[in-house]
């Protein structure tokens, strides 16, 4: 299985690229850039990641992302992702930013978005990896400034595919953030949102009601809501699961506890990501792995996750094409090998 895994071409579709920051690279783009940490050490860094739920999480997310500065900092931080996409054989990725994280620091949109960029160009070029780039409101802040976000973004449209809605669920729910969406929606982006990760099934209904979403990133509390559920299957609205992350931050005690494989049986377009994976302890094949370990999957199973990001995807169809090639060709080469 575990040969199995990490040889499956996989697609993700729910990875903030600040949060694939590792201690150590935190800690070399501190000392380049003279910011002080509240740490001596990477493994000081990896001891304090410690959560109990996705807010004291958010907290030391949003500390380590003060080393980013320059657009070469945007650069490494992609490159390094990508590198490990290529370890994972992550074949297309679509990342997240948060550019307000960086903005109210003072770091300007095109310094963020040009170093991401280039990393993502290079990548397809260089590692054939292909990549789109959503970017994400911080729901914690109010509409305003969410609106503020989307005009710096207009200019750099031609790199941006889609809009997002993270960070605290609880008391900012995605009918804050009706209007800007719809704005977002005129001006051609797409939209997704993070949606019953910690806050109830309404938020779902609701994202999908009010904010016109292609996708609903993590949605797992979608089960509380059996209409919903099969609303979710009829339309193929997908779920972008991160069963790391989930489990870090305590959506479920444990893994063996965690809903994904109940409901891509009852025909959801389920699909796993890491979300934050230099916080949450895994990359892609991890996650994989993790729930391999934990719960009944089969291999059938394990290819169709990898179909449905296929399916999920913002590329056309075409590319998709390609993509569910490559998948079917390892599965087939796989099945072979093994009679
Ligand atoms: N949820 C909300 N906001 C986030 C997350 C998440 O899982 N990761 C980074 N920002
Ligand atoms: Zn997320």
Redesign the pocket.
């Known amino acids: 299985m575990n040969i199995f895994i990490k040889g499956l071409p996989k697609v993700e579709l ?1 990875l ?1 690229i ?2 694939s920051l590792e201690p150590e690279l935190m800690f070399e783009l501190a000392k380049r850039n003279q910011i002080s940490i509240p740490f001596t050490s990477p493994q000081e860094v990896k001891a304090a990641y410690q959560f109990n739920n ?1 807010q004291s ?2 907290d030391i ?1 949003y500390q380590g992302a003060n080393v980013l500065i320059h657009e070469q900092d945007f650069y490494d931080l992609t490159w390094a992702y990508l590198l490990r996409c290529q370890q994972d054989n992550v074949i297309h990725t679509e990342i ?1 930013f ?1 550019p307000q994280t960086h903005t109210a620091r003072g770091i300007a949109f095109e310094t963020v978005i040009n170093g991401i960029d280039k990393a993502l160009k290079q990548g397809k070029q260089e590692l054939g990896i292909s990549s789109q780039i959503i970017m ?1 409101f911080l ?1 914690h802040l109010d509409q305003d400034s969410a609106f503020e976000t989307l005009q710096h973004a207009l200019p750099f449209k031609d790199k941006i595919i889609g809009v997002g809605l ?4 609880d008391g900012h729910p995605p009918e804050k953030f009706t209007e800007v969406f719809q704005s977002a929606i005129e001006h051609g982006f797409l939209t997704v949102a ?1 949606a019953g ?2 806050g109830p099934a309404e938020n779902i209904h609701n994202a999908m009601k009010l904010l016109g979403i292609s996708r609903v ?2 949605g797992v509390r979608c089960v509380e809501d059996p209409k919903l559920v099969q609303q979710l299957i009829d339309d193929r609205t997908p779920l972008t699961v ?1 069963p790391l ?1 989930n489990t870090k ?1 305590k959506v479920f005690e444990e893994m063996k506890d965690h809903n994904i494989v109940q409901l891509l049986r009852q025909g959801l377009c389920v699909t796993i990501n890491s ?2 994976p230099a916080y949450f302890g895994g990359y892609m094949t991890d996650n994989f792995m993790a729930v391999a370990e934990a719960l009944p999957i089969t291999q059938e199973e394990l290819v169709k996750l990898s179909l449905n990001a296929i399916e999920a995807s913002f590329i056309s169809d075409n590319e998709k094409q390609k993509l569910t090639d490559k998948v079917m060709e390892f599965n087939q080469e796989i099945s072979t090998a093994s009679n």
């Open positions: 729910h903030h600040e949060g996705l999480f958010l997310y997240f948060d994400c729901r993270d960070s605290s669920e993070h990760e910690e990133d993590h991160c992350s931050l979300d934050d």
